[in-house]
């Protein structure tokens, strides 16, 4: 479910025509729902009630400082993979012990960042990252509670960019080895190992993988205990996959992923941490453009956007599906004819989708890219000197700009000429 539907003829964000926004603030521009976010959020919430928990929102998948607040003032965690992801949920008021710091290569100076900010956990990926953040701790006199990422290779059965949980990935370390490891952790300085980490990806459309996973879990836990670790908390990590088609069937509810968890590790008395990120925003987005030009090709009609692949680059990138649909709501059974949606950049990749269906357009109509709240602005750029997208949010009937379109002089601004040019 989200707050995109047709009013009075047209689509709206909640009670806000989107006609409205792209009269004041432009297009391309970004429109998140405030009420689809606290839903969604809720859910998952819900779907762990039966244990202690905390949903760590997986700030990769939309960083804007007031989706961040918003979700933290909801009593969200933050899971982040960045010295920038943590600067920004500190700065959107979330306490470091709400945060579980993850990613691969994490450096000495964002463990530092963590170390000095507050951190509720870090998620260590290998051996050589647990030795250095052994080492920077002690000298800082300090101790951080860690969990390490098992590898368990299970196929999570999605796209292979997005799958991190196979033994060819290049996450966690195998879980094989997952005994040794913990032996290692337990006798370094500075380290309090509380717990075990998993991801098997995203997009999962199919609980299956998870159970698989969680069903190792359970057993590596128990063995981590019989070997004397105080295994206290579970981080299962996020994925639970989205409708980006609404005439798919719908993947599995919240309640139904926490039901599962419930049944592989509800009996080891742990803690549980999961990091959903595009179940909770993914559907509370949307992509709003403009039409520039319907160009007539060979046995085949473009209709050429004003957003492009540097605002929206899932398609590109995966060869990932959005529903386009028109603001303008189109009368029952009104023809529809396919349509090749592109943007302007200069790049054959610039299409959005072929043959989509949609009704006559014209130059200046409006179209709005569905679930477009994860994986879309975060992953925006300035290719071909491109302002980068806006965004804004929702909440009833009003609605504000939560990170603005910059300038060309902006942009311009950002780059410098030595002197000897």
Same mark, same amino acid.
């Given at each position: 479910?989200?707050?995109?539907?047709?009013?009075?003829?047209?689509?709206?964000?909640?009670?806000?025509?989107?006609?409205?926004?792209?009269?004041?603030?432009?297009?391309?521009?970004?429109?998140?729902?405030?009420?689809?976010?606290?839903?969604?959020?809720?859910?998952?919430?819900?779907?762990?009630?039966?244990? /202690?928990?905390?949903?760590?929102?997986?700030?990769?998948?939309?960083?804007?400082?007031?989706?961040?607040?918003?979700?933290?003032?909801?009593?969200?965690?933050?899971?982040?993979?960045?010295?920038?992801?943590?600067?920004?949920?500190?700065?959107?008021?979330?306490?470091?012990?709400?945060?579980?710091?993850?990613?691969?290569?994490?450096?000495?100076?964002?463990?530092?960042?963590?170390?000095?900010?507050?951190?509720?956990?870090?998620?260590?990926?290998?051996?050589?990252?647990?030795?250095?953040?052994?080492?920077?701790?002690?000298?800082?006199?300090?101790?951080?509670?860690?969990?390490?990422?098992?590898?368990?290779?299970?196929?999570?059965?999605?796209?292979?960019?997005?799958?991190?949980?196979?033994?060819?990935?290049?996450?966690?370390?195998?879980?094989?080895?997952?005994?040794?490891?913990?032996?290692?952790?337990?006798? @370094?300085?500075?380290?309090?190992?509380?717990?075990?980490?998993?991801?098997?990806?995203?997009?999962?459309? /199919?609980?299956?993988?998870?159970?698989?996973?969680?069903?190792?879990?359970?057993?590596?836990?128990?063995?981590?205990?019989?070997?004397?670790?105080?295994?206290?908390?579970?981080?299962?990590?996020?994925?639970?996959?989205?409708?980006?088609?609404?005439?798919?069937?719908?993947?599995?509810?919240?309640?139904?992923?926490?039901?599962?968890?419930?049944?592989?590790?509800?009996?080891?008395?742990?803690?549980?941490?999961?990091?959903?990120?595009?179940?909770?925003?993914?559907?509370?987005?949307?992509?709003?453009?403009?039409?520039?030009?319907?160009?007539?090709?060979?046995?085949?009609?473009?209709?050429?956007?004003?957003?492009?692949?540097?605002?929206?680059?899932?398609?590109?990138?995966?060869?990932?599906?959005?529903?386009?649909?028109?603001?303008?709501?189109?009368?029952?059974?009104?023809?529809?004819?396919?349509?090749?949606?592109?943007?302007?950049?200069?790049?054959?990749?610039?299409?959005?989708?072929?043959?989509?269906? @949609?009704?006559?357009?014209?130059?200046?109509?409006?179209?709005?890219?569905?679930?477009?709240?994860?994986?879309?602005?975060?992953?925006?750029?300035?290719?071909?000197?491109?302002?980068?997208?806006?965004?804004?949010?929702?909440?009833?009937?009003?609605?504000?700009?939560?990170?603005?379109?910059?300038?060309?002089?902006?942009?311009?601004?950002?780059?410098?000429?030595?002197?000897?040019?």
């Amino acid at each position: 479910m989200d707050h995109f539907n047709y009013h009075r003829g047209e689509l709206c964000a909640e009670d806000v025509p989107l006609t409205r926004i792209a009269a004041q603030v432009g297009t391309p521009v970004y429109v998140y729902s405030a009420a689809t976010l606290t839903r969604h959020f809720g859910l998952f919430r819900q779907a762990l009630a039966w244990t /202690d928990h905390l949903v760590c929102f997986a700030v990769k998948s939309n960083s804007n400082l007031a989706v961040l607040k918003l979700l933290g003032d909801l009593g969200a965690g933050m899971d982040v993979v960045s010295g920038g992801e943590y600067a920004r949920a500190r700065a959107a008021g979330v306490p470091g012990d709400r945060i579980v710091f993850s990613g691969v290569g994490k450096t000495v100076a964002e463990m530092r960042m963590a170390i000095e900010g507050g951190i509720r956990q870090v998620n260590l990926e290998s051996e050589p990252e647990m030795r250095a953040l052994s080492a920077l701790a002690a000298s800082m006199g300090a101790v951080v509670p860690v969990a390490v990422r098992v590898n368990p290779d299970v196929d999570a059965r999605t796209h292979e960019k997005i799958a991190t949980g196979k033994s060819e990935n290049k996450f966690g370390i195998p879980i094989a080895r997952a005994a040794e490891v913990y032996a290692e952790a337990a006798a @370094l300085p500075g380290l309090q190992v509380v717990g075990i980490d998993v991801h098997i990806g995203s997009q999962l459309t /199919d609980l299956e993988p998870f159970r698989a996973a969680y069903a190792k879990v359970a057993d590596l836990t128990r063995t981590l205990r019989a070997d004397g670790h105080a295994i206290s908390r579970l981080d299962l990590g996020g994925g639970l996959g989205i409708p980006y088609r609404r005439d798919n069937n719908a993947p599995p509810l919240p309640i139904e992923y926490g039901q599962v968890i419930r049944e592989t590790v509800g009996d080891l008395g742990c803690e549980i941490e999961i990091e959903p990120g595009r179940n909770i925003v993914g559907n509370a987005g949307v992509l709003l453009s403009q039409v520039i030009y319907v160009k007539q090709g060979e046995g085949r009609d473009f209709l050429i956007v004003d957003a492009a692949m540097n605002d929206l680059a899932r398609p590109a990138m995966y060869g990932a599906h959005h529903d386009i649909v028109p603001v303008a709501e189109p009368a029952v059974g009104a023809p529809v004819r396919p349509f090749d949606v592109v943007g302007p950049v200069c790049e054959s990749g610039d299409t959005f989708q072929k043959g989509a269906e @949609l009704p006559q357009m014209a130059a200046g109509d409006l179209i709005a890219f569905r679930s477009a709240g994860a994986y879309g602005a975060v992953m925006a750029s300035e290719y071909n000197s491109r302002p980068l997208v806006p965004e804004v949010l929702v909440s009833g009937d009003h609605f504000a700009v939560i990170r603005a379109r910059p300038t060309f002089e902006e942009m311009l601004a950002r780059d410098s000429i030595p002197e000897w040019l």
